[in-house]
C-alpha cells in the first residue's frame, strides 16, 4: 500500500481512538468502546510492525477500497466467514439500490431538450456519475463522469459528487465556478489518489449549450449529418484543490445530437484485445443521429456488444444523449 495511504489511514485510526476515549468516560456499558479500542491498537501495532493491510489467513493484501471504507478489517474477500460473507452481499445490495434511486428520470423531456442514458456497472455498484437536473426557464443541467477506482469505495464517491452538484445547482453560479466549487470540495475531502473525470454542462431554452470537460473522454456533436469531437478543457476533478475550469459554448440547430460516454465504452476490448475506441463510436453515432435518443443508445450498444464478441466487461458503462427537439 502506498505510504501517503497508510499515512491517511493511520490518521483516521488516531482520530477514532480520541473518539472512542472520550465516548468511553461517559458512556455506563464499556464492554463495547473497549473492544473497538483494541481493534483500533492492533491495526495501529500492525502498522508499525509493516503487516498492516494484509489478510491474517493468506498473508496477501486486503482489497484496498474496502481498507479505506473500514480500516479495521484483517481478512481478505477470500477468507471472510460465511456470517460475513452474508454480511458483505447484503450490504453490497443495499448498496445498489441506494445508487439506482439517485440515478435520475429515464427518457427526460425538459423544454426543448431530449435526454435519454444508459447506466450499467460492471458489479453491483458503479464508480460512475451521472444526473440530469431540470431547472427554471427550460434551463437543463447535465453532468456524467467516472471515479477513479471501482466497487464500494468508488460508489461512496459518486454519492459525494451527486450530493455536492445537487447542492452547488441551487445557488446560480456560473458552470465554470460549479465545477471549481465541486472540484475544490472533492480534493478536500477525499483522499489524495482520488480524481473523477467529469463532463458538466448546461443547455438552454435556445439552443445554446455550456460545457465544462474536466479530464473526461471528448463528447461528440452531431450537425447536419457531421460530426465534432468536444475535447476536455480542464484536468481531472479534484486533481488539485485550487484547479480552475473553462466552457466551452455552443449552439445546437434543432435536430443536432450531443453524446458523452465513460471509458467502459472507448475502452472495452474484445476477445483479441483490441480496444473499442473513439473512431467507432464517432462512426456508430454518425449513422444513428437521426434516430431517437434512446435508439441511438441502443444503436451503441449493439455495435459494442458485437465488436466484444463475448469477451468479458471490465469497467462501468454509461452513455448519454442530448438532442435538441424538432419543433
Not at 443495499?94 to 435519454?116: S, T
Request: net charge negative; hydrophobic share 40%.
Amino acid at each position: 500500500m502506498a505510504v501517503e495511504m497508510n499515512l491517511l489511514i493511520q490518521r483516521q485510526l488516531l482520530d477514532k481512538r480520541r473518539q472512542l476515549e472520550e465516548a468511553a468516560a461517559f458512556a455506563a456499558q464499556k464492554n463495547e468502546i473497549e473492544r473497538l479500542l483494541a481493534e483500533v491498537d492492533s491495526a495501529l501495532e500492525r502498522m508499525d510492525k509493516g503487516s498492516y493491510g494484509l489478510c491474517k489467513v493468506c498473508h496477501e493484501p486486503i482489497e484496498t477500497e474496502r481498507l479505506i471504507a473500514d480500516p479495521l478489517l484483517q481478512f481478505c474477500l477470500d477468507h471472510l466467514s460465511p456470517s460475513q460473507q452474508r454480511a458483505l452481499e447484503a450490504d453490497l445490495e443495499l448498496a445498489r439500490q441506494i445508487q439506482q434511486k439517485l440515478l435520475p428520470e429515464q427518457d427526460l423531456v425538459h423544454g426543448d431538450w431530449e435526454v435519454a442514458y444508459h447506466y450499467e456497472p460492471a458489479g453491483l455498484v458503479s464508480g460512475d456519475y451521472c444526473d440530469l437536473i431540470p431547472a427554471n426557464d427550460g434551463i437543463l443541467y447535465f453532468i456524467l463522469g467516472d471515479v477513479s477506482g471501482k466497487g464500494i469505495a468508488a460508489s461512496m464517491l459518486m454519492a459525494h459528487l451527486h450530493a455536492m452538484f445537487r447542492s452547488l445547482m441551487t445557488f446560480s453560479l456560473p458552470l465554470d465556478k460549479i465545477v471549481e466549487q465541486a472540484s475544490r470540495v472533492f480534493c478536500e475531502s477525499t483522499l489524495p489518489t482520488h480524481y473523477a473525470t467529469l463532463v458538466c454542462g448546461k443547455a438552454g431554452p435556445s439552443g445554446e449549450i455550456e460545457i465544462s470537460n474536466a479530464g473526461h473522454p471528448p463528447g461528440l456533436w452531431v450537425r447536419r449529418g457531421e460530426i465534432e469531437a468536444i475535447a476536455a478543457t480542464g484536468l481531472p476533478l479534484g486533481a488539485f484543490c485550487d484547479e480552475h475550469f473553462s466552457v466551452k459554448n455552443l449552439t445546437l440547430d434543432r435536430g443536432d445530437v450531443l453524446l458523452f460516454y465513460s471509458d467502459g465504452l472507448s475502452e472495452a476490448r474484445n476477445k483479441e484485445g483490441v480496444e473499442y475506441g473513439q473512431g467507432r463510436i464517432s462512426e456508430r453515432v454518425q449513422k444513428s443521429s437521426l434516430l431517437p435518443s434512446s435508439q441511438i443508445i441502443k444503436a451503441c450498444l449493439d455495435d459494442l456488444s458485437a465488436f466484444r464478441g463475448g469477451a468479458p466487461r471490465q469497467d462501468d458503462l454509461t452513455i448519454m444523449t442530448i438532442r435538441r427537439r424538432e419543433r
